[in-house]
Every structure is written in C-alpha cells, then in structure tokens.
C-alpha cells in the first residue's frame, strides 16, 4: 500500500471567535476546540497505524495535535514541527511565537530542530510573507518534505500533519469544499449554476463575507481531516502533487460541491485577489497600530 499523509485542521482557537480577537497572538484553543480534539480523537480510523506526527509550529496546531492523537504521543511519538506548514496570513494570530518560548512550553513533546530563529519573521523578503507565489513555492517544500518523511519511512506510512484552514488550499493545490449555502441570510450571489464564472462569484462572495463577518476563510472545518497519497508514486515528480484518496472522499461527498477545472482555476484567481487585499488590510491596520503606539509614547514623554 501506498504511503498515506492525513492532512487536518487546527481546532477552534480563540481567534476564530471574532474579528478582533485576529490581534491575538498565537492564540490558545478554546474549551470547544479541546472537545473537537476530543471527539476527532475517537472519531479517527487509524490511530494504529500512525507513523509520524507532524504539525505546524503555531501553538493550536501542536495542541490540536497532542489532543487528537494522544495515544501516538503516549506510544512516544514526537510531533515534528514543520514550519513550511504555518498559516498565511499577517494577523497576529497566524505568527508564531519564538521557538525557544515553545521549546520552553511544550519540551520534549515536540521535535524543534527544523525550526529556524526567524521562523516566524513575516516581513516582505520572507519566504513566509503570504504573496501567492511564495504561498505556492512553501506548500511545494512541504509536501518535498512529506514525501522525503515518507520514503524513508516505506509502504505502510501514514503520516499526519495539522496545520491551517488557508495553506491547506495550497498543500492539496484544491479551492473546493467551500459551502455556497453559507451566509444565505445576508446575500446571494447574483449568478446561477449555469453562470460561466458561478466559481468565481461565489468564492469572492464567500471569502468576503468571511472578511466581514466571523465565517471560516477556508473550505476546511475545525479538526477535519482528509486523506492522501502523492500522484506520483516513484517520487518523480517535482511538485510533489497529492491526491485525494476515493474513502476520504465519499467520507464527506454529501457536502462537497463539484467544480471543473476551469472552474476550479478561477477559485484561485479568485483568492489571490481577495487575499492581496487582506494582506494591504492587514499592513494598513499594522501601521495605523505602530503610529499610535509612537503617539502615545512622545506624549508620555
């Protein structure tokens, strides 16, 4: 059998509460994203056959993971922080924390020696500051680095890696699942089924509302998971493309809205419009923070 990599969403943390709460950083899980956890924990097939653990360095995503295979970690697997897999945005709450405080906070639960000092830096020359481009080149590397896990580890690997609702869309190289009944109360969109650009509209429409409102900016719901195998079987393949296994798809299909490729590019472009304009958003409210803070510091003098 081929190598298996279950891919998972964090747990609810407390900026997915509101807006605001986007300025908190590196937020901690909430009471119901510890029952997620929980019921994920029993709800998951194949606790027995887990390899490797893997998780994005961001605290939900460690505590997710802890939480929901917690007889992997008992068995003494340590989770391997991949930072590759961290989430895009620039709120404060997807930047992470520095790595010698979640050294200090987590110990030997988790494998740091991959993270580097400035992880965690999202500043334009980054390679983790979110243009879609760079976006594409770190979901490449980690899905290398998946594979690489993989072929050492042989046939029966299954490995799991959580991380977050945003670079997941970029791992599986997949803009389906968002659900376009969502926010039927507010608006609809003016375009029908048949509508040649019915992808477009309605993710614009969708990721908008999620800028507007507290609804998820993602097609992935709190702590579900998803299974895959690599396309390419013989580790050729330079992209490293993954693949949606058939019983992971029927698991949700009743829920899964079908797109065309066409269709399906157009949600792309979609994204990076919208997210072009979270990011200048993101930057102008950043900047409106640091005046007033350098205000109120001159008058304090």
Known sequence: MAPVIHLVRHAQGYHNLSLENQWIHDPDLTEL????CEDLCRAFPYHDKITHLVASPIRRTIF??????????KAGKKI????????????PCDVGSDVEAL??????LVDFSSVTDDWNKKTKDSKYYPDPQKLEARARSARLWLRDLVKKAGDDAHVVLVTHGGILHFITED??????????????????????????????FLFSLHILTTKP???????EYRSYEFV????????????????????????????????????????EIILNRDIKDCLDKLAKAAANSETNGTNGD
């Open 175 to 204: 803009w389906t699942g968002v659900d376009p009944g969502r926010g039927k109360s507010h608006a609809s969109c003016p375009h029908d089924n048949h509508h040649p650009h019915r992808a477009l509209c309605l993710f614009v």
């Open 103 to 108: 050294k200090k906070e987590f110990g030997d």
């Open 217 to 223: 900016g993602t097609g992935w719901h709190n702590t």
């Open 232 to 271: 390419d079987d013989t580790g050729a393949d330079p992209n490293a493309s993954l693949r949606e296994l058939p019983v992971s798809v029927r698991r949700r299909k009743e829920s899964e809205t079908s797109y065309t490729d066409a269709e399906m590019r157009e949600m792309r472009a979609a994204y």
């Open 64 to 73: 997710t993971c802890q939480l929901s295979f917690a007889s992997a970690v």
């Open 33 to 36: 994203g510890k029952q997620q």
């Open 80 to 91: 391997a922080a991949l930072q590759d897999a961290q989430e895009v945005s620039l709120y």
